[in-house]
């Protein structure tokens, strides 16, 4: 088998990387900047040290833009994102890309399989089409698989395993997270179960068809959202009681079957996006749920909440809001993570501008440019930092580098701590 994995993100470097131990191996990207970092053993997601990027070039692994590099492969496994637009609807125009991409070089008996979040059905409804349009080839599933009854190649087949990869987390790492398989037939999806079996040693899951990977991979993040905005809305529930809300969930927890979620802001490319595409498949066979919509509704306002939190502890210090100075602690979307994608923080930081206050944000894992060209922020240096000038200090990721800031304040400075990150008798508020 020659694989060529097509998208070179989060999901798909990793990925890549896990298979060229045991299989020629063709990372593909359009992102000629992107191509040219690894090439050179540089990954700028820090998802790969760079000595893992110079194992992948070493066991024989390539990274390119040429389509033609990847026209001899067999597999083809799709990792491309799929985001969700400014109206929440599913964005699956990279996939449909790359589908067309592949279309061009795909041949018959070859193999794609797709791991990028979708709502069920999409693989074989939306992908199929546009393989087999590109490709000139016939989409061999279970219900033709007759033309093909002895297994002779008369077309392509299609696979989808979604991704569980856990950004910044360096213990659940792809090989370590048991993988959810499916395939076209039942020959195909055996065949790809074994090839992701032979490299991830938590194991494998065989779906009994593609439309169940796709619903599961959907329903994982909305199980988390939902739980998410749950202890969100205790949290303000309890803040209006004047409970301690992380000390109310430390006590329910003591109960074996308790779920130990906290409150926060639910931002990254999984939960806060995957809901949108089952409920946007949801209602377009009519039925309105309510319960996911919820979930989202008050996860997606949790920012607003939280700057206006700030706003009440500034003013009881009597403090001047209008041109009062506002240190936010963090923007990538979680801890130790360069990752920014869809961060909530933005959130806090824009609903606190409404109040005309100036924001300064320093992360240190965050990458300059790509924060400045997503979100029109220029990042505070390190030597910059000095946090007693401001009248605001809120910490909103829990990264271990804050561990060495000292939050010893001024009494009429605020500090708040979104992620109960701080001893609780230095903080004026937390969520």
Not at 376 to 383: A, D, G, Y
């Amino acid at each position: 088998m020659k694989i060529a994995i097509i998208g070179l993100g989060y999901v798909g470097l990793p990925l890549a990387h896990a298979f060229s131990e045991k299989y020629e191996v063709i990372g593909y990207d359009i992102a000629p900047w992107r191509v040219d970092e690894l090439n050179n053993g540089v990954d700028r997601t820090l998802e790969l040290s760079n000595k893992q990027v110079k194992e992948s070039l070493q066991n024989g692994m390539k990274f390119t833009t040429a389509l033609d590099e990847i026209s001899d492969c067999n597999i083809y496994i799709v990792t491309v994102p799929t985001p969700i637009d400014e109206q929440k609807r599913p964005n699956l125009t990279s996939l449909f890309k790359a589908s067309n991409t592949i279309g061009k070089v795909l041949k018959k008996g070859d193999i794609v399989i797709y791991e990028s979040t979708v709502y069920p059905g999409v693989t074989e409804e939306y992908c199929a089409p546009i393989l087999e349009k590109v490709s000139g080839l016939k989409y061999i599933s279970l219900e033709n698989q007759d033309i093909t009854s002895t297994l002779t190649p008369q077309g392509f087949y299609l696979g989808y395993s979604p991704e569980r990869i856990n950004p910044g987390d360096k213990e659940h790492t792809v090989t370590k997270i048991l993988k959810v398989t499916s395939g076209s037939t039942p020959e195909i999806a055996k065949r790809v179960d074994t090839l992701y079996a032979s490299i991830i040693t938590a194991g494998t899951h065989l779906a009994p068809s593609i439309k169940v990977a796709e619903a599961a991979k959907v329903i994982e993040n909305s199980q988390r959202d939902i739980n998410i905005g749950f202890v969100n809305e205790l949290a303000i529930i309890f803040n209006r009681l004047g409970i301690d809300t992380e000390a109310v969930l430390e006590a329910a927890g003591t109960k074996w079957n308790f779920l130990p979620f906290r409150p926060g802001l639910v931002g990254g490319h999984c939960i806060g996006v995957d809901p949108y595409y089952l409920t946007y498949k949801a209602q377009e066979v009519g039925y309105n749920p309510e319960i996911i919509l919820a979930g989202r509704r008050l996860n997606d306002n949790m920012g607003i909440y939280i700057a206006n939190q700030i706003i009440k502890l500034m003013i009881k210090k009597g403090q001047k809001i209008d041109g009062a100075k506002v240190l936010i602690l963090g923007i990538t979307f979680k801890e130790n993570c360069p990752d920014i994608r869809n961060s909530r923080v933005i959130d806090v930081i824009n609903e606190l501008k409404e109040f005309q206050t100036e924001i300064d944000v320093y992360d240190p894992w965050a990458d300059e440019k790509k924060v400045e060209e997503e979100y029109n922020i220029v990042l505070i240096k390190n030597s910059e930092l000095k946090i007693q000038k401001y009248n605001a200090v809120v910490l909103a990721v829990s990264h271990d580098k804050f561990k060495n800031i000292d939050f010893t304040l001024k009494d009429q400075q605020v500090l708040y701590d979104i992620k109960s990150f701080i001893d609780n008798d230095r903080v004026d508020g937390k969520l």
